[in-house]
């Protein structure tokens, strides 16, 4: 769908997006994803390879086929018979537990014990959870304000961190809040140093998260900004850090395998952008970096399990949504073209899988919300298709789940809806 912050309604190309800025007071404007949508997807389960089996092998688990052996010329007749394999699941989407609220624009965070944190959406303060284990959302304590395109941030000791984002209605916050998971309570925090809409988040490895661009939604219209800041979950207050080269907003923040962070594309209220930039939280500054191959907003980041970065998607410099994609090496400190979607797609989402492939489901392509998905392998540099979602949806969140499955929950069509949906690899 068209990006909150600027159109609620309907899609509109860049070129309309910045006359509909121009409009309200601002000069221009694009679209990211909540990072959620600035949030560093967990790292991939590393598969452990099973015993080679001896002579005299162990029963099979039952959920594991049994490897077939050599016959046993002096098996006992009273030897247990070997498990019966389970069934292999298929690949593909099914519906799952409903929330209990219509939403979009909202944050979706995988707590410790694997439970998912579903926050906001639509200016709404409401919060809930969904349990893997029986597939469905319970309420949760409500946040100290309602939100919309707020990020959401798992800290080191469990905690979430909300910050930012508007009351729907063009005010942009500057306010932000804790959840616990042991109380199922938010508490206020911070706040942020100036108000922040369409920003980014990422969690830095000394357990500080970094908060970076975005937009001020205020009487005079946007007011863009390449400012940053630290949040402190030893003190709970956020502090200045250096300014990125350049105003940006609806850009991505990704935090890289050597500790760096990886701020890409986006918009600066004249144009969509193809430079990126390099945050290093030692020396607290930025500094550049090659640029993309294609400037983009609206696209996704997301870390592979070799360390390279997947860029996907988004709205190019004449405002068409794209499929194409490419990858960024942090070794060499360039980004270089791979293969493309299978439709142009923004206000998606891009979750790396335990196997180390990386889904890409839904979105818009510049017309209408879709319902198809991708399957990226790194491996081959490809996109294969991955089935359809139940339905349509842009606006939504996907979250990893702890046994590989992916959670896909609101977002929709023209309205936000409240279904949700399980992708099983």
């Not at 209605?169 to 500057?174: D, E, G, K, Q, T």
Request: net charge neutral.
């Amino acid at each position: 769908m068209g990006r909150r912050s600027v159109a609620r309604t309907s899609r509109l190309s860049l070129t309309g997006l910045l006359a509909a800025l121009a409009v309200a007071g601002c000069t221009g404007g694009s679209a990211t994803l909540p990072p959620a949508l600035g949030s560093t997807p967990p790292p991939a389960a590393s598969a452990t390879p099973a015993p080679a089996a001896s002579s005299t092998p162990a029963p099979a688990a039952s959920a594991t086929p049994a490897p077939t052996l050599a016959p046993t010329l002096y098996a006992s007749s009273s030897a247990a018979p070997a498990a019966a394999a389970s069934p292999a699941l298929k690949p593909g989407f099914s519906l799952t537990g409903s929330m209990a609220k219509a939403r979009e624009h909202h944050t979706a965070t995988v707590l410790s014990d694997g439970r998912v944190l579903i926050a906001g959406g639509s200016g709404d303060a409401s919060a809930e959870l969904y349990d893997p284990k029986t597939g469905k959302f319970s309420p949760t304590g409500s946040m100290t304000q309602g939100r919309l395109g707020q990020t959401a941030t798992r800290l080191s000791d469990g905690r979430v961190l909300i910050a930012g984002g508007d009351d729907n209605s063009r005010n942009s916050l500057a306010s932000a809040e804790l959840y616990d998971p042991n109380t199922g309570k938010f508490s206020p925090t911070g706040p942020m140093t100036r108000a922040r809409d369409s920003h980014a988040a990422s969690l830095l490895p000394d357990g500080r998260v970094l908060i970076s661009g975005g937009c001020l939604w205020g009487p005079n219209g946007c007011d863009y900004t390449a400012s940053a800041e630290l949040y402190d979950p030893a003190t709970g207050k956020f502090s200045p850090t250096g300014a990125m080269a350049g105003i940006r907003l609806f850009h991505t923040a990704t935090l890289l395998s050597n500790g760096l962070v990886l701020i890409a594309g986006g918009s600066d209220a004249q144009a969509t952008l193809a430079s990126a930039e390099l945050y290093d939280s030692k020396t607290g500054k930025f500094s550049p970096t090659a640029s993309m191959t294609s400037a983009r907003w609206g696209h996704t980041a997301t870390l592979l399990s070799d360390g390279r970065v997947l860029v996907a998607g988004g709205g190019d410099a004449s405002g068409t949504i794209v499929g194409s994609a490419e990858l960024y090496d942090a070794k060499t400190g360039t980004f270089s073209p791979t293969g493309s979607m299978s439709t142009g797609r923004d206000d998606y989402t891009a979750i790396r899988l335990s196997d180390g492939r990386v889904l890409v489901a839904g979105g818009g392509n510049g017309t209408e919300p879709v319902a198809s998905a991708d399957l990226y392998n790194p491996k081959t540099g490809t996109f294969s298709p991955a089935g359809s979602m139940t339905s349509a949806r842009a606006n939504y969140t996907a979250a990893l789940l702890s046994d590989g499955r992916v959670l896909i929950a609101g977002g929709g069509n023209a309205l936000p809806g409240a279904s949700a949906e399980l992708y099983q690899p």
